[in-house]
């Protein structure tokens, strides 16, 4: 059995295929003659996936220029550039002022300056969450299956949302500097545009999963579609709301922190001058500063998320 | 009721009648806080009335303005972009695909037992999915020059980040009865492992894997913004010369290839994990 199973697959198959003759039962022979059939169409299945698959790698590798050769030309000053921009401290300085070289407060030395980009950036990023949501707010009733007053008008918003989410924050910012002018106007109305088409989704979904039975009491009371919507389906649907505008905020404080490579305010435009003239240390430094922020801006958000769950699940 | 039975009752239960002062006043407080950081924000900001208003009528011109959407005389060069954001999207996604699936066997619990060791790899990872894909991007722009290999290796060293986690999650969510069994039968642990958990992950990678060819189409449409090729580069510069009707044509262009890639790959997530 063993030799059998080290042969290659063809001589196994036909190996395999003289015992079941040898046991000249009808019922093996077929059986083995259909689990072979059945093996190779697999086989052929798998080589024809891989046959397309390689196709489009080359084809892929062709289009974007990845030719090994310029890869492996690159690769020596990938490495050059990356070890470039890692900060030079020295253990023995590391602590002394910003004059030293080699000290924390010598790489961070514009760290005053940076700090106040950063909260520029968070509070970019929390206006743009905010007026987003709130255009998706009021997008979310008419786009919601259960609720929406009439068959066109929910295709209508739905599509409208559609196609605020499919474009681009950064596209929308080219456009934007523009209209509005170079500045974080502009970002935030574009991340404020993007977040409207992508939570407007969001919320519709949350309002489709809510009771009806609430709605249905504020209708047969008399109330108004507007009515039932703030005092049916909104108390519900609040704490969801709540939890998508976090994870919201975190998606578009890493949007946010990039915007400015299109001139429209915040870090990314501080960042894109020190990448563009190659001051290697402060890229560096900029880098490490938007990691720490996007990463507690998440700690700080999944908590609050979590609270804003469980009052959720005290509501039911 | 009488008032004096609603005293008692209130005495005994005041959260039944509503919030008590104190929570009104910390309601009032935190509105009013909000309130200002609102205003502030709007007004640090520079959002008047005058400035948004000159803005929605430019607005409103560049939008008449795109109005036919048109190709242009180089409609050949936006076709070419297109490709190109495409392949960048593809090579890029593959590549971390391979790459990541060692990287999330080393993240994987069950598999590197030294908590050390996956602790600090899962620390890396963190690290390199907290930077922006367009900084990467950026970032390889100076590090191998203009064009598409840039935007490839920004996919490819972003998505590494993420897969690698993601990997890293389904292996450990994987039953280790059929790991247990191989080992049992006299194999050693990387038998084990191949013969155990490959199988019984490899759909769920398969399927990442797609779902982020598909979200990489978008991000590659953008990474030309800072020069790393794709139809990005076309969207920026016809911006910057104000050819709006253009403009809106490759972003229509760009909204149909990403449904196409959308269907396309769902059609073979379905297959693929049916089968």
Redesign the interface.
Same mark, same amino acid.
């Given at each position: 059995m063993k030799s059998a199973a080290r042969k290659p697959p063809r001589v196994a198959a036909v190996l395999k295929m003289q015992e079941a003759y040898a046991t000249s039962l009808p019922a093996v022979i077929r059986g083995e003659e259909a689990f072979q059939a059945a093996r190779r169409q697999r086989r052929n299945a798998a080589l024809l996936g891989a046959a397309v698959?390689l196709a489009?790698?080359l084809?892929?590798?062709?289009?974007?220029?990845?030719h090994p050769a310029?890869?492996w030309a690159?690769l020596p000053?990938?490495f050059?550039?990356?070890i470039r921009?890692l900060p030079d401290l020295r253990w023995s300085a590391l602590f002394a002022g910003a004059e030293t070289e080699g000290s924390i407060a010598f790489w961070f030395y514009r760290l005053p300056e940076w700090a106040l980009l950063i909260v520029?950036t968070a509070?970019?990023a929390?206006?743009a969450t905010?007026l987003g949501s709130a255009v998706s707010l009021l997008l979310a009733f008419p786009a919601a299956r259960n609720i929406a007053p009439s068959g066109l008008v929910y295709n209508l918003t739905r599509r409208f949302l559609e196609?605020l989410r499919?474009?681009?924050e950064?596209?929308y910012a080219? &456009?934007?500097v523009?209209?509005?002018?170079v500045?974080?106007?502009?970002g935030? /109305?574009a991340i404020a545009l993007h977040s409207a088409g992508a939570n407007g989704k969001l919320f519709a979904e949350a309002i489709e999963n809510a009771d009806m039975k609430p709605w249905d009491g504020v209708t047969s009371a008399g109330g108004s579609w507007f009515a039932a919507c703030r005092f049916a389906i909104l108390p519900q649907v609040l704490p969801n709301i709540l939890s998508y505008l976090l994870l919201r905020f975190e998606v578009n404080i890493?949007?946010a922190?990039?915007i400015g490579?299109?001139g429209a305010?915040g870090i990314g435009e501080e960042?894109?001058k020190v990448?563009s003239f190659?001051y290697y240390e402060e890229?560096s430094a900029i880098?490490l500063l938007? &990691?720490l922020t996007?990463?507690s801006v998440d700690l700080l958000s999944e908590k609050l998320r979590h609270a804003a769950i469980g009052r959720l699940e005290a509501a039911r | 009721m009488s008032e004096s039975s609603i005293t008692t009752w209130r005495a005994r239960m005041p959260d039944a009648f509503g919030p008590g002062p104190f929570r009104l006043g910390l309601r009032f407080l935190g509105l009013a806080l909000f309130l200002v950081w609102?205003i502030g924000?709007?007004w640090?900001?520079?959002?008047s009335p005058t400035? /948004?208003w000159?803005?929605?009528s430019?607005?409103g011109k560049?939008l008449v303005l795109m109005i036919p959407p048109s190709p242009g005389e180089l409609w050949v060069e936006i076709m070419k972009g297109l490709?190109?954001s495409?392949?960048?999207a593809?090579?890029g996604t593959?590549l971390a695909a391979i790459v990541a699936i060692p990287l999330g066997f080393m993240g994987a619990r069950n598999v590197v037992t030294l908590t050390l060791l996956r602790f600090s790899f899962r620390r890396v990872l963190?690290?390199i999915r907290?930077?922006?894909q367009?900084?990467w991007a950026?970032?390889?722009v100076?590090?191998?020059?203009l064009?598409?290999?840039a935007?490839?290796?920004a996919i490819f060293v972003s998505d590494i980040g993420i897969l690698s986690k993601l990997y890293a999650e389904a292996i450990e969510n994987a039953e280790k009865r059929q790991a247990e069994g191989v080992t049992a039968a006299g194999s050693g642990r990387l038998l084990g492992i191949r013969f155990g958990i490959l199988p019984q992950v490899a759909p769920v990678m398969l399927a990442q894997a797609l779902y982020f060819f598909e979200s990489n189409t978008?991000?590659a449409? &953008?990474l030309g913004?800072?020069g790393a090729?794709g139809i990005?580069l076309q969207?920026?510069e016809r911006?910057r010369v104000?050819h709006w009707d253009e403009?809106a044509f490759i972003?229509i262009l760009?909204?149909i290839t990403?449904a196409a890639i959308d269907w396309i790959s769902a059609r073979i997530r379905r297959r693929l994990i049916a089968v």
């Open positions: 698959v489009c790698l084809l892929s590798a062709w289009v974007s220029e990845a310029t890869l690159g000053r990938i050059e550039y990356f921009i520029e509070n970019m929390a206006l905010l196609a499919t474009i681009p950064i596209v080219l &456009i934007f523009w209209a509005f002018g500045g974080a106007l502009a935030i /109305l890493r949007s922190s990039v490579f299109v305010g960042l894109y990448i190659n890229i880098i938007i &990691i996007v990463v | 609102f924000t709007l640090y900001f520079d959002f400035r /948004l000159n803005g929605l430019g607005l560049i490709a190109e495409v392949a960048m593809f090579l593959f963190d690290g907290g930077v922006d367009l900084i950026l970032a390889f100076r590090a191998v020059g064009g598409p290999l935007g490839v290796l978008r991000s449409s &953008i913004v800072v090729g990005g969207i920026a911006i104000r403009v972003i760009m909204i990403v």
